[in-house]
């Protein structure tokens, strides 16, 4: 493998956390080391990269140009050492995912045991935040390749429609309060539901369903706000309450008959995720993991 300068690797992580000690955990070196190494990096460009504020840093404007270039070099690296790994029919490396969490809990697994099997000598880092975090990520080279559950006005990103997904009415099974596999959308107010936090991406797409059926987020019953799919579904099966989750959320649940899916008439809440990265060409590994995945669920 070609290796970047040292110099400019350390540099890269000293500015994305803008913090010493992070960067010096993340390339398992010692404070001290990160410091010479910018120093260095300084001395040969003649200029200070970071401005300090007591315990503050943050990018002078030649920093800001060193960083951008270095990102672009780390890619001209990655991109040239991925390319010879695939001359040599190794097909190695490392991809790293960013994914929200109903994407990285209930779709990725099924994809990555059919991924690490046909191609062993990739590893996979992944990374859980929401799209903005994830566009972040992209922007600053933390991340290779976004999956996401919804699109942005970004223009410096492009998407692309990866896996439709369907936002259902769920309840545990046996549940008294409602006898009908379908039910009228207007019934919804009397029910008692727990859902996700706000701010989730999910919920955002509940909202705008319900205004299509005439009716107003602040319509329904909201017992219970928790923070995550898992713990509503623990929820769900110990009360009569009522939520909205994703099909691939709930699959083993509805599939062992513990949770049941109940149809409101005349209505779907669909939705698709998205692979999301920079415009222009990505890496051949990440590009590789696209495919794959696109394959995988088109089968």
Known sequence: ?????????????????????????????????????????????????????????????????????????????????????????????EIRLGASTTLSHYIIPQILVDFHSALPNIKIKILHGNSRQIEEWLLDKTIDLGIVEGLTDNITM??????????????????????EDVIKPALLKDLEFVLREQGSGTNEIIRKALVRMGIAWQDLNVKVILASTESIKSFLLKTDCFSFLSVHAIAREVSNGELRIIELDGFEIMRDFYFVHPQGIIGRIPDTFRRFAIRRFSR
């Open 158 to 179: 492009k998407y692309e429609s990866f896996l439709e997904d369907e936002i259902v009415l769920v309840t545990r099974t046996g549940n008294p309060k409602v006898g």
């Open 1 to 93: 493998m070609i290796a970047i300068d040292f110099k400019i690797k350390v540099f890269i992580s000293a500015a994305r956390y803008l913090n010493f000690t992070k960067a010096a955990q993340e390339l398992n070196i010692s404070q001290p080391a990160v410091s010479k190494n910018i120093h260095e990096l300084e001395l040969q460009t003649g200029r200070n990269l970071f401005e300090r504020s007591g315990n503050r840093l943050s990018l002078t404007e030649a920093g800001h140009i060193l960083l951008s270039h270095a990102q672009q070099l780390s890619v001209v690296y990655q991109q040239l050492n991925e390319s010879l790994e695939f001359l040599e029919g190794r097909n190695a490396g």
